[in-house]
């Protein structure tokens, strides 16, 4: 099992920017599916974006056109930037992957978008 470690969260105000990144702890193969998720405090977590091993991305309808998620050519590293972020977007960021022998969850990052 790959451990993941996600970066790049922290504390920005609305309308700020943030790039997450998600990165195996070791030299690892491709990933089938690589995704991030978020769960605010009270709430269940939730489908942030996705990118299958084709390319094809999903995203949730809170992010669309304001969230990017994007992965290295060897399919091991993805990234989210996230753009016109709102204080709605507070919560801790989970990156999880997909392999042939099941899901493998990061630690979680903390965003908080506050003025």
């Known amino acids: 099992q790959v451990q993941l470690v996600e970066s790049g969260g922290g504390v920005v105000q609305p309308g700020g920017s943030l790039r997450l990144s998600c990165t195996p702890s070791r030299t690892t193969n491709a990933f089938l599916t690589m995704a991030w998720y978020r769960q605010a405090p009270g709430m269940e977590r939730e489908l942030v974006a996705s990118?299958?091993?084709?390319?094809?991305?999903n995203y949730a309808a809170a992010v669309k056109d304001r969230f990017t998620i994007s992965r290295n050519k060897a399919h091991t590293i993805s990234h989210l930037q996230m753009n016109n972020l709102k204080e709605e977007d507070t919560a801790v960021y989970y990156c999880k992957v997909r392999t042939a022998w099941g899901d493998n969850w990061g630690q979680g990052t903390q965003v908080t978008v506050s003025s």
């Open positions: 990118i299958a091993g084709g390319g094809i991305t």
